[in-house]
């Protein structure tokens, strides 16, 4: 497709247990992002990617999250430990510079 | 630092009825963008509007129009004649050259009630 996909588009966790959020940009897009939306919050910055840069990774809450790009194009976030306050949705986006980002549907994440 | 306020949080008109949706940025940067994005209740986030620092000319497409007005760095939102089906949040969105990274400002909360 040609807009940025997630998946899973849900995910129900334990407590404690790992996951893998995945995101595919848009083809041809340098740059890519990761954000966190709590319930009616706004929209939290986590990492952003540029070309071969070295990412921003000045919005990780806490090291048990880490997110890394291969290839310059798909992305996993990873969360290990999970706890119930990273329940929220999940946004992934990609751009080329000084253009708008385009936003995938988000992985909602449920941490029980 | 460099940030983005918006100061209103949540906003309720009757249809029909013209609103503001302020945005104030702050930056030492000289080259900037700044965005502005719609997230109905259905979740996705819908690109609005592009501005570049260089380009101080406002907008207007259809109901809606922008003001961008760099002497107050402010990048202001209106909507004409407002409909139900503008209720969502609004978020204004800066991107500074030395920091590359979007940054989204808290949102406003925009109900439109019939």
């Known amino acids: 497709g040609a807009g940025v996909s997630q998946s899973p588009s849900n995910k129900v966790t334990e407590k404690g247990k790992d996951v893998e959020l995945r995101c595919d940009p848009i083809?041809?897009?340098?740059?890519l992002y990761w954000y966190r939306q709590s319930l009616g919050q706004g929209l939290e910055f986590l990492i952003y990617?540029?070309?071969?840069?070295?990412?921003?990774k000045s919005g990780l809450p806490s090291d048990r999250f880490s997110a890394e790009r291969t290839g310059g194009s798909v992305s996993t976030l990873t969360i290990q430990r999970t706890q119930q306050e990273d329940s929220a949705v999940y946004l992934c986006?990609?751009?080329?510079?000084?253009?708008?980002?385009?936003f995938g549907q988000g992985t909602r994440l449920t941490v029980v | 630092a460099q940030k983005v306020t918006q100061a209103q949080t949540e906003i309720s008109v009757v249809e029909k009825e013209d609103v503001t949706l302020d945005c104030v940025y702050e930056?030492?940067?000289?080259?900037?963008?700044l965005f502005w994005y719609k997230q109905p209740p259905s979740g996705e986030l819908v690109f609005l509007i592009r501005?570049?620092?260089?380009?101080?000319q406002n907008e207007i497409s259809g109901r809606y129009s922008w003001n961008f007005q760099k002497s107050t760095s402010s990048f202001n939102f209106t909507i004409t004649a407002s409909q139900v089906v503008d209720s969502a949040v609004y978020f204004c969105?800066?991107?500074?050259?030395?920091?590359?990274?979007?940054?989204f400002g808290s949102g406003t909360r925009l109900s439109i009630r019939p």
């Open positions: 986006a990609s751009s080329s510079t000084g253009v708008q980002a385009f």
């Open positions: 990617f540029q070309g071969n840069s070295a990412p921003d």
């Open positions: 501005r570049n620092s260089f380009d101080e």
């Open positions: 083809s041809g897009h340098t740059a």
């Open positions: 969105a800066p991107t500074y050259s030395s920091a590359s990274k979007i940054i």
């Open positions: 930056t030492r940067d000289t080259t900037y963008y």
